[in-house]
């Protein structure tokens, strides 16, 4: 059983970033380095980050599959879009349709808010992931590198996908 729970208190950020520190160390290291994860996990996926991105409009949720924390997700309400900022998965639970239900979640929260359209960004060097969203039907615009503090830069596609 999958299910969603929105993050609505310190523990609930606690349990993200634990997720987080998981997840990233062991899929980003190989596509980014050591020094930026580390860099980027203090910077945007600590406790007190994601909280901050909660009181910003931020909404996170944590995925549990089976009663267990197996991932997280987070996406910010724009003018025209649901924006999804983050939608990770333990290596270990991944291949049991738990990103599929979470794309799910957020298309119906993106229809439930009225919008027609999600965008995302994702590294270019993230193969896998940049063909799970072309399997799901969203249209890559084109390069964004964004300049995100101590030399590091987060060198990404735009995607879209219409509702």
């Keep these: 059983m999958i299910r969603f729970k929105q993050a609505d208190s310190i523990e609930d950020c606690e349990v993200i970033e634990?997720?987080?520190h998981t997840i990233w160390r062991e899929h980003y290291i190989p596509i980014i380095g050591k020094?930026?994860?580390?860099?980027?996990?203090?910077?945007f996926q600590s406790t007190s980050a994601i909280q901050e991105q909660i009181?910003?409009?931020?909404?996170?949720?944590?995925?549990?599959?089976?009663?267990?924390p197996v991932g997280y997700m987070a996406y910010k309400?724009?003018?025209?879009?649901?924006?999804?900022s983050k939608i990770y998965v333990l290596a270990s639970y991944r291949?049991?349709?738990?990103?599929?239900?979470?794309?799910?979640?957020?298309?119906?929260q993106a229809k439930r808010y009225g919008l027609k359209t999600i965008t995302l960004t994702?590294?270019?060097?993230?193969?896998?992931?940049?063909?799970a969203y072309l399997s799901l039907e969203f249209v890559n615009l084109g390069s964004v590198v964004a300049e995100i503090g101590n030399g590091f830069v987060m060198d990404d596609f735009k995607m879209v996908k219409t509702l």
């Design 35 to 43: 020094a930026q994860v580390d860099y980027m996990l203090d910077k």
């Design 55 to 68: 009181d910003t409009g931020f909404e996170y949720f944590w995925i549990e599959f089976e009663s267990m």
């Design 122 to 131: 994702v590294n270019k060097n993230n193969h896998k992931a940049i063909n």
């Design 77 to 84: 309400l724009e003018k025209d879009s649901l924006f999804l």
């Design 95 to 108: 291949g049991r349709k738990i990103g599929a239900a979470a794309m799910h979640f957020v298309e119906e």
């Design 18 to 20: 634990q997720l987080a």
